[in-house]
């Protein structure tokens, strides 16, 4: 499954975890999830042909558990085996942002500025609020401080 040689964790995670179960489930996790002995499998791609929003597929290129499936965005990372998310956690992170600022642009930022920046601004939205004439209500930079009020 993780054919690379620093790969010792999750074989010794799997290992433990089937040291502690029943064959039968053993045999039944393991095989149904790959179809194989008759062992009863839901076959997904009635269901991912279904899916109608945007997908992204990682997938190894030294996967031996499962082959390549296309139908959305493909990525192939040369020399990963099963498992990308495992093995390359940064890389398909960045593909996952990537596929989320396609799908959902980020908002454009503004900028934060102080009040007293702003100019005229501030003061016409204070004139605003008050029920006053704008046209009272200037500010130039030479005025700073001080406000004019009418």
């Known amino acids: 499954m993780h054919h690379e040689p620093h790969s010792t964790k999750q074989r010794e995670d799997f290992v433990a975890w089937a040291s502690e179960t029943d064959p039968a489930t053993l045999v039944d996790t393991v095989a149904g999830r790959l179809g194989l002995h008759g062992a009863e499998a839901t076959p997904l791609e009635p269901l ?9 597929v990682v997938h190894g290129t030294d996967d031996k558990v499962h082959p390549a499936a296309i139908g959305g965005s493909l990525v192939l990372m040369d020399g990963v085996g099963h498992a990308p998310p495992a093995r390359e956690p940064v890389r398909v992170n960045h593909l996952i942002g ?18 007293r920046d702003r100019g005229g601004q501030v003061e016409h939205a204070r004139a605003t609020r008050r029920g006053r004439s704008t046209t009272s209500c200037t500010r130039t930079p030479s005025s700073r401080g001080s406000r004019s009020r009418g």
Request: charged residues 20%; hydrophobic residues 40%.
């Open 48 to 56: 991912c042909a279904r899916v109608q929003c945007p997908v992204l």
């Open 98 to 115: 990537e596929l989320a600022d396609r799908v959902f642009p980020r908002p454009v930022t503004t900028t934060w500025t102080r009040a």
